[in-house]
Structure formats: structure tokens, C-alpha cells
């Protein structure tokens, strides 16, 4: 995993382009890790708001 691609892949997640789970593809890392990534970050989503279900879509 790379920061670029755990940045960008964060990125794409929180405005909605990606569900958790291709986010998580994407950074190489479990949809478990990349939601405590995303919950560590200042300012960034919390706790409450990821979502770490299996999306409607697949």
C-alpha cells in the first residue's frame, strides 16, 4: 500500500465516487482498514459515519 493510493483512495471514498469497499481494494488494504483509517483522520468521517456494510450493489 502506498500513501498515494490510501490518499486518493480516501479521497474517492468520502466524496462518493467509490463505495468503502472498491476504496479499499484500491489502497490494497480490507474495508476493515481502511474505515479505522478513515476514522483516525483529523477532520475527516467519524466513527458514525462509515459505513463498513456490503453495499446494496453487489
Known amino acids: 500500500m ?3 493510493a490510501l ?3 480516501s479521497t474517492l471514498y468520502r466524496g462518493t465516487s467509490l463505495t468503502l469497499e472498491q476504496a479499499a481494494a484500491h489502497s490494497g488494504l480490507s474495508p476493515d ?3 479505522s483509517y478513515l476514522r483516525s483522520q483529523p477532520g475527516a468521517l467519524g466513527p458514525s459515519t462509515v459505513d463498513t456494510r456490503q ?3 453487489e
Open 55 to 57: 453495499s446494496a450493489h
Open 2 to 4: 502506498s500513501l498515494k
Open 7 to 9: 490518499t486518493t483512495a
Open 33 to 35: 482498514e481502511l474505515a
